[in-house]
């Protein structure tokens, strides 16, 4: 029985081991990747909330997986009440800048910092549809961060996609 464990045990640890990555950077097994990015400032809201807050948004999709990854940074959003805290990010589209579109996702996250970043993701449940991906990859896709005090938006993001 001692024998059977410490099998199972070892087969354990090489699969482990062999799930193991160098940290080497992320690779689509088709090749189909996008960068996506896009700075966020109050401006860019439809109607401008004429804040000081700032944003960017720099992400990866893979068209393979229909996932996209992407860290989102803000600063200067806090400014002591708790009205302030940020409680998730929205993308809408299509929409050229200056221009309002239709909601398309939402991700809740909760940050009562006044500067920060955070990962985030859309897949899974949560994943682009059909009709969504090629709103992202032309250009016509903004994003907001949300706050409880603009619940529709303190800053405002244009995103812009690069096929890797």
Sequence with gaps: M??????ILVFCAVLILAGCTKGKELESLTGATYTVTGAADAVQMVPATGVNTTGTFNGWYDEQVNVLTFTLAWSNVFTGTPADAITSVKFYGPAAAG??????????????????????????????????????????????????????????????????
């Design 99 to 164: 221009t309002n579109g239709t909601l398309i996702k939402t991700v809740v996250f909760a940050n009562g910092n006044a500067s920060g970043s955070v990962n985030l993701g859309l897949g899974g449940y949560a994943e682009l549809s059909a009709t969504e991906i090629p709103v992202l990859l032309n250009g016509s896709c903004y994003y907001v961060i949300c706050t409880q005090k603009y619940p529709s938006g303190i800053i405002r993001g244009q995103l812009k996609s690069i096929r890797n």
């Design 2 to 7: 001692k024998n059977n464990i410490f099998k």
